[in-house]
């Protein structure tokens, strides 16, 4: 199984901060990647899929990078509603992985 | 609009059998790729089943042999038939529209077992 590991784990910002997290996977998975926000007692909410698109809908101050094993998101000028938990995903092969989480406080 | 909207969580006993269902609106069931998600109490996201339009269906190694992903086409719904629940099953379940990279999810179900 694909491994994804986050870092970090969790991290401090403060409004108008550009954040970056990273994912990086056991194996080589191209561009398979999705990011995901969640908030406390909502559903996981895909931001970005094929590891640089940003889905419909989502604003642009949210951006994800990489291929191959490393890849990152970034937030860049922070907003209140920012502020939940990011995870990857790994969408190349079962069991499509999640990486830990990064809480954004 | 999509909605899914997902029934049948609760408290049960070790051992014991559950179905969620997973009712879909804005979307066919038979047409998407569906798959259900789990997150225990505090803890990360961890994917489960994925049932095809063909009607393939995969697992991850730890329900595999215990827990069934299907649908019913005519009523649009999706489910999951869980077996010999055990206390580790303890999560929330989601139901999420595609393999991975899911842009459609539920609201979720809290699935408790616990004697």
């Known amino acids: 199984d694909i491994q994804m590991t986050q870092s970090p784990l969790s991290v401090s910002a403060s409004l108008g901060d550009t954040v970056t997290i990273t994912c990086r996977a056991s194996?080589?998975?191209?561009?398979?990647v999705g990011w995901y926000q969640q908030k406390p007692g909502k559903a996981p909410a895909l931001l970005i899929y094929?590891?640089?698109n940003l889905r419909t809908g989502v604003p642009s101050r949210f951006s994800g990078s990489g291929s191959g094993t490393d890849f990152t998101l970034t937030i860049s000028g922070l907003q209140p509603e920012d502020f939940a938990t990011y995870y990857c995903?790994?969408?190349?092969?079962?069991?499509?992985?999640f990486g830990q989480g990064t809480k954004l406080e | 609009e999509v909605q899914l909207v997902e029934s049948g969580g609760g408290l049960n006993q070790p051992g014991g059998s559950l179905r969620l269902s997973c009712a879909a609106s804005?979307?066919?069931?038979?047409?998407?790729?569906m798959s259900w998600v789990r997150q225990a109490p505090g803890k990360g996201l961890e994917w489960i089943s994925v049932?095809?339009?063909?009607?393939?269906?995969y697992y991850a190694d730890s329900v595999k042999g215990r827990f069934t992903i299907s649908r019913d086409n005519s009523n649009n719904t999706l489910f999951l038939q869980m077996n010999k629940l055990r206390v580790e099953d303890t999560a929330v379940y989601y139901c999420?529209?595609?393999?991975?990279?899911?842009?459609?999810w539920g609201q979720g179900s809290l699935v408790t077992v616990s004697s």
């Open positions: 999420a529209r595609g393999l991975a990279e899911n842009d459609y």
């Open positions: 804005g979307l066919t069931v038979s047409s998407n790729y």
């Open positions: 049932i095809y339009i063909d009607g393939s269906t």
């Open positions: 194996q080589g998975i191209n561009i398979w």
């Open positions: 094929g590891a640089s």
């Open positions: 995903q790994e969408a190349d092969s079962f069991p499509y992985t």
